[in-house]
């Protein structure tokens, strides 16, 4: 069975986005299945004139880099229950089966579902929250007129961490709550009454504005960026732009109601340059 993760999984993709994937067999993988296996891996990241299919991230497999490139079902189980991090609960939200075996798909989500969501909450949950938030911003950039529309304070990873921590702490007894859609997710936390409809708007809205800002910057030079300077030529975003400190400070603050504040301070959002 073949599933996908990250903005794959959650049908989200833009431009510049790598696909996450992993394959799971119901018996551990034989020599000649995980050659083909790379095989199909090769063929999709192979660059030739035309360019290339897709960038392809094997590493939130169980185990990471580490982890056998097809995992068993009882290889997963096992990993996850024993060794299975918060992070990786968090990624399993968006995990959505493409093509495979519908009972080892159905078997592969029933326990997953069972590592991510709890019927009873482990306090210990917010500390690594707290811990996954602080070592996310600690990755970016040193420049200081530089805003990471992925990683900054109140971009992208701290909207989609919120999300994610509040499917995680509410899942297990609300499972309308397991989808992998952003935006179903929001809508669902509002209805559910765990955000109110002014929040899941500030979220959802600003969620899409760094998307389609994001998507605009790596169409420039068809990079994998997410840092936007004055450098770029955003006048699709002439208005927006300058919008961008307060809305991230926002949400930076909202975010830091739940999980907290990063220990160190990050580099600053550049300012209007007028």
Request: hydrophobic share 35%; proline share 4%; charged share 20%.
């Amino acid at each position: 069975a073949l599933l996908a993760l990250g903005k794959l999984g959650a049908q989200e993709l833009n431009l510049s986005s790598d696909i996450d994937i992993i394959i799971i067999s119901d018996q551990p993988a034989s020599a000649e299945q995980t050659k083909k296996y790379k095989y199909f891996h090769s063929l999709l990241n192979e660059i030739n004139e035309f360019g290339f299919c897709f960038r392809v991230d094997t590493n939130l497999r169980p185990g990471g880099r580490l982890g056998p490139l097809i995992s068993s079902t009882s290889q997963l189980e096992d990993y996850y229950w024993t060794q299975g991090a918060t992070w990786e609960r968090l990624s399993l939200i968006r995990m959505r089966p493409i093509c495979g075996n519908k009972y080892l798909t159905e078997k592969v989500s029933e326990i997953t579902d069972k590592f991510t969501y709890r019927k009873f909450l482990d306090y210990t949950l917010f500390s690594d929250l707290k811990t996954l938030r602080t070592r996310i911003q600690h990755h970016l950039k040193s420049e200081r007129e530089v805003f990471d529309l992925k990683l900054s304070a109140g971009g992208i990873r701290d909207i989609e961490l919120f999300i994610h921590s509040l499917q995680v702490i509410h899942g297990g007894k609300i499972p309308e709550l397991k989808t992998h859609s952003t935006s179903t997710a929001i809508k669902l936390l509002v209805k559910h009454q765990i955000l109110p409809p002014e929040s899941g708007d500030l979220l959802i809205n600003n969620y899409w504005l760094y998307r389609n800002f994001e998507n605009h910057l790596q169409i420039i030079n068809d990079q994998q960026t997410y840092l936007w300077s004055f450098d770029f030529p955003l006048n699709k975003f002439s208005t927006i732009q300058n919008q961008l400190p307060s809305i991230a400070k926002q949400i930076d603050e909202y975010v830091a109601e739940l999980i907290g504040n990063v220990q160190e301070p990050t580099i600053s959002i550049p300012n209007d340059p007028q």
